[in-house]
């Protein structure tokens, strides 16, 4: 993140960075994401969440390291969710932080979209 001198109040803070490392075979693709999810990088967390190819698709988000979420990658992990739904596969996260899963209990998603504590376990589902 750059640094903003508080005197130029023109000078725009530049947006936190999502990094993206994708993994997997198998129709089981394992998403590993880090920095802020949010309007910003909305398109390569979109990218991130596409349907993995074959029968029954399976799209774990290890979110250990995503330090803040706003609606828009709520709406993301929805839209997600539906798609492999539609796939007749499903979405899991891995250990998303304790603000994360705040958001999504309040919002509601936590009820249909399995969240994990450890990617292993994820991965036996």
């Not at 109040?9 to 089981?28: C, H, K, N, Y």
């Not at 029954?56 to 979420?69: G, I, T």
Request: proline share 6%.
């Amino acid at each position: 993140m750059s640094e903003v001198d508080p005197g130029n109040a023109d000078q725009a803070e530049e947006p936190e960075q999502l990094w993206v490392s994708r993994a997997g075979d198998g129709g089981v693709r394992v998403v590993t994401l880090a920095g802020e999810i949010d309007y910003h990088n909305r398109a390569a967390f979109a990218a991130a969440l596409t349907v993995p190819p074959g029968p029954c698709p399976r799209l774990v988000l290890d979110m250990r390291r995503v330090s803040f979420m706003d609606s828009t990658g709520l709406n993301a992990l929805i839209a997600a969710h539906r798609a492999l739904d539609a796939a007749g596969g499903r979405l899991s996260l891995v250990a998303p932080t304790g603000m994360i899963k705040r958001t999504m209990g309040i919002v509601g998603i936590d009820a249909f979209i399995e969240s994990h504590d450890t990617l292993d376990e994820a991965l036996r589902e």
